[in-house]
């Protein structure tokens, strides 16, 4: 049996996949959905009137809660949880590792009869004491202090996670120092959250609204590989980094466009529709799914919610998703770039702003020109982004996406915005003096009596914007697949809610002497001229915009250590420090972090290709090597010609000395490595090693084309890609 045929023997469990037809196979969305999410409205159900009334204060205008309302509110969790079967809980907190963390206790407490009964206060809601000293604090606090504090977020809410064995019941928190530093995600995105409300609601009071709250909303699509579990487990460098270091292009990869928008194949159906079926229940909104443009790579995607419940949602998407995946035989890869040659995978943030009341602030409705506020909010989102180019960048910089922006498959690292031909057409009669038209989209004949005529839009997409207005809200497609979204929310409501402020002040100012129409069009005048550069509705992919770009002033920060050292500018801790988002120390912890990140992600790819070069490539070549030499030698032998073979060796001989060649080039570089700090350090890393991972990749790839496959070490590309 030749290997790879032993390979598609070893996958015949998950090859032979039937779906058939389970009991209760059928999904009845609205009666699991959020199910095993303790919602507000069974919470309402199960606390006293007055507890209620208090909660919903904090909940939606954001006063303190006592600890008589958090013991109600600890009791009526615990029994809802330990009725479903909950035995522990935990404190579920999102550190700086990107990813998250639990502690879990038990409610189980004995009593003085020698028995034990369930026990949750409000103490044990409210605050926990997790061991801090191993989670990355860049410097906040020495190693040997280990304490610190998980606060419970009531605006999120609590959630069971069930395992064959057993439940327990997660409860969002936020994560800090003894000394109240932010060691996590969620601390920043909630204490931004409060400074955009501020800005806003004062904002909307100028156009005669009053609003209990202004939320920033947020759907994110989620991209994602679905490939053989099996194949992980024979790809070391898949097992370590997520992603394929080595690995020459198939014959046939995404060139047919066949696999985008196709019908999804059936054990990947499955799989889909019990990971939609866990997210139900946990109260996530997935809206859709599909096949996307590389073979194995699909897409989900949930419907707009608050942005501190809508990062949570989007953790728990990524572990169900990965969890759920095995149960299918298969493995779900996050990575951006599992395999080169290959669409990559990204997280596009859709990102809006709306009321308490379900005002949805970037609505531009029929006629935008007209639409004071819809203005006002919408050019201090363009304002904003153009002031910070730098933070958005910053908020999507890590190892993974490095290897999708600025490819023709991803938005480029330079940010641009793009408006579409209706709301360009409005900005420049705005800039000229005032808008009096909008342009209309009409309707959509598609030359058939039979077909409809549908409405059509005032102006086209652009897959190529980072930073695109997408009819009523603003998607930034530049994060990468595995990235928390929280970061990237954080920045977008900080820089937003400084626009709103200024061009409130600004408003106040105008309409002393105007009407509030006249007032507000000299202050959209003025501001949208000072941000126009960042609205580019070209080709982002094209070398023409980099140059344009260049002379916009836009900036163009291509890989992480381009971007990361910006992140301690004097202009953005003076921004953050303002709105009481991070401070100082806070912000240079985080470029630390993200930057030793880098560095250890790049080290752990170096050390894995490096072994897979040595330990299983090298050997199989040079037992391939000799199999050709024998060849070579037996033709002379017999008198035949021998030159076919000859130059078969000759060329595995070449890959095998420029794999040597770039092997001993490698150990040279590390052995020369020196840096300053830790910036300095991944600077060097970019600059010296990756070029050299390159060659050794390149030497590789050369050599599997050459190979025999009965002699090649590693599952390939097309037996990977195309298994379902």
Excluded at 299 to 326: C, G, R, W, Y
Excluded at 377 to 403: E, K, M, P
Excluded at 695 to 705: G, K, P
């Amino acid at each position: 049996m030749t290997k790879v045929a032993q390979r598609y023997d070893n996958l015949a469990a998950a090859r032979n996949f039937k779906p058939g037809k389970a009991k209760n196979s059928t999904m009845d969305i609205p009666e699991i959905f959020g199910e095993n999410t303790l919602t507000l409205d069974k919470l309402e159900e199960r606390l006293p009137k007055a507890a209620w009334k208090d909660l919903q204060k904090t909940i939606d205008e954001g006063e303190s809660l006592n600890i008589d309302v958090a013991d109600a509110v600890a009791l009526a969790m615990k029994d809802w949880a330990t009725e479903k079967g909950a035995t522990h809980f935990t404190h579920w907190f999102q550190p700086l590792t990107g990813s998250t963390a639990e502690k879990h206790d038990s409610f189980i407490t004995p009593n003085q009869g020698g028995g034990a009964m369930a026990v949750f206060s409000g103490k044990d809601l409210i605050q926990g004491e997790p061991d801090a000293s191993s989670f990355p604090s860049g410097g906040l606090r020495p190693t040997f202090e280990a304490r610190g504090y998980t606060a419970w977020d009531p605006t999120s809410p609590a959630f069971l996670i069930e395992n064959q064995n057993g439940t327990y019941l997660c409860i969002p928190t936020a994560f800090a120092s003894w000394k109240g530093e932010a060691l996590d995600h969620k601390t920043p995105l909630l204490r931004s959250s409060d400074a955009l409300n501020k800005a806003a609601k004062a904002a909307l009071k100028l156009f005669g609204i009053e609003s209990k709250k202004v939320n920033s909303t947020v759907g994110c699509e989620q991209e994602y590989f679905l490939i053989d579990q099996e194949f992980v487990y024979r790809r070391p460098d898949i097992l370590t980094s997520g992603r394929t270091l080595v690995g020459a292009k198939p014959p046939r990869g995404q060139e047919l466009d066949d696999h985008y928008f196709g019908s999804i194949p059936e054990r990947v159906l499955s799989f889909m529709l019990e990971a939609e079926k866990e997210l139900y229940k946990l109260g996530i909104p997935v809206k859709t799914r599909h096949n996307e443009v590389a073979p194995s790579q699909y897409e989900l995607a949930p419907i707009f919610e608050m942005s501190n419940v809508a990062a949570d949602h989007q953790q728990l998407t990524m572990m169900v998703l990965k969890k759920v995946a095995k149960k299918y035989g298969l493995e779900c890869l996050l990575h951006e770039k599992p395999f080169d040659g290959l669409n990559g995978s990204g997280k596009h943030l859709n990102w809006s702003l709306s009321t308490a009341e379900g005002d949805n602030l970037l609505e531009p409705g029929e006629s935008p020109h007209e639409n004071m506020k819809f203005l006002f909010f919408f050019t201090a989102v363009l304002l904003g982004v153009y002031r910070h180019q730098d933070l958005l960048r910053i908020s999507v910089a890590h190892a993974g996406n490095d290897h999708r922006l600025g490819a023709n498959e991803a938005p480029p690292a330079i940010i641009s915005s793009f408006i579409g031909d209706q709301l360009n057409d409005i900005v420049e009669q705005l800039i000229s003096g005032g808008a009096k038209s909008s342009k209309q989209g009409g309707l959509l004949g598609l030359g058939s009596p039979v077909l409809p005529h549908l409405p059509k839009h005032a102006g086209d997409r652009n897959r190529t914007s980072p930073f695109a207005f997408t009819g009523n809200k603003f998607e930034f497609r530049a994060l990468g697949s595995n990235q928390s979204p929280s970061f990237p929310i954080v920045v977008l409501n900080t820089i937003v809610a400084e626009a709103i402020e200024d061009m409130t002040e600004d408003l106040n100012k105008a309409k002393k002497g105007d009407s509030i129409e006249k007032a507000l069009a000299k202050v959209l005048s003025s501001r949208l001229k000072e941000c126009k550069a960042v609205i580019f509705n070209g080709d982002g992919y094209s070398d023409e915009w980099q140059d344009e770009a260049k002379e916009r002033g836009l900036l163009n920060l291509k890989t992480t250590p381009d971007a990361l050292p910006y992140l301690t500018e004097k202009e953005n801790i003076s921004l953050f420090n303002k709105y009481k988002v991070l401070n100082k120390k806070e912000m240079f912890s985080r470029k630390e972090i993200w930057t030793e990140q880098y560095i250890t992600t790049r080290t752990i790819e170096v050390d894995t290709i490096e072994s897979i070069a040595k330990t299983m490539i090298y050997p199989a070549v040079v037992r391939y090597i000799g199999e050709l030499s024998k060849a070579v030698d037996q033709t002379k032998a017999l008198e035949l010609d021998h030159s076919g073979s000859l130059n078969m060796l000759n060329k595995v001989n070449d890959g095998l000395n420029r794999l040597n060649t770039a092997l001993e080039k490698l150990a040279e570089v590390q052995g020369k490595l020196s840096y300053k700090d830790t910036s300095d350090h991944a600077r060097k890393v970019e600059t010296d090693v990756l070029p050299i991972m390159k060659d050794i990749r390149d030497a590789i790839d050369f050599l599997e084309r050459y190979v025999a496959d009965d002699y090649w070490p590693l599952p390939v590309y097309r037996e990977m890609l195309f298994i379902k």
